[in-house]
């Protein structure tokens, strides 16, 4: 029987480490991503049962990289693997196609587990935060559409790169557009968000953990 092929996402070397010794050992590694555009490409090119996947990444946050993968129907399944125990991101994240979210402080038993999860077609969120996640959803129900959700996904990939300190010039190289269509999704991100300087499009960006 084939084992279940899985593709790394993530910024930090020695995290990456230890993940690829855990890995190794159940599944084939296809691919090891040190940011959200690297995975999006070799998700393109290897096609895995399973990409496991950061949040906060360079150039791309895991979250739009999971929603240009779900646009272009990439099949494969998506497990969060995160420092962030926020319900909300947890729930956008899911949104933009996840089956699965765990966090790093998490053990290897729990995080094989979560691959083989994932891999078979099911839901997996570490328990140490499903039972809030349910009570929120239980006790909130249907929420406003916040702000930050009504960006489009070029506008989120526009202001995570100007937060990186990119200048407009060197967004729209990264971007393949225009710098004046990018001076354009900024000044649209400014006025939907009602911000009025770069600097407060950097602090917006960090609030929501863009970076």
Do not use: W
């Not at 790169?161 to 001076?183: C, D, F, N, P, Y």
């Amino acid at each position: 029987m084939n084992r279940t092929t899985v593709l790394l996402a993530d910024d930090h070397a020695i995290l990456m480490d230890g993940l690829l010794h855990m890995v190794r050992q159940d599944f084939d590694v296809v691919g090891v991503a040190r940011d959200g555009r690297a995975m999006v490409e070799m998700a393109r090119q290897y096609h895995p049962d399973v990409i496991v996947t950061d949040i906060s990444m360079p150039q791309l946050n895991g979250i739009d990289a999971a929603r240009i993968l779900r646009r272009e129907a990439i099949s494969g399944k998506l497990l969060f693997l995160t420092m962030h125990a926020d319900l909300p991101l947890v729930e956008e994240a899911f949104r933009a196609g996840a089956s699965g979210y765990i966090l790093k402080l998490c053990g290897a038993e729990e995080f094989v587990k979560a691959i083989k999860c994932v891999a078979r077609g099911a839901t997996y969120i570490t328990p140490l935060l499903a039972g809030d996640l349910i009570s929120t959803l239980l006790t909130t129900g249907s929420q406003d559409v916040s702000r930050e959700s009504t960006l489009t996904l070029r506008q989120r990939e526009v202001l995570q790169l100007l937060a990186e300190g990119k200048t407009m010039k060197e967004v729209a190289a990264q971007l393949g557009i225009s710098t004046r269509t990018a001076e354009s999704h900024k000044y649209e991100i400014m006025r939907q968000l009602g911000v009025q300087t770069t600097a407060g499009l950097i602090r917006y960006a960090v609030r929501i953990k863009l970076v």
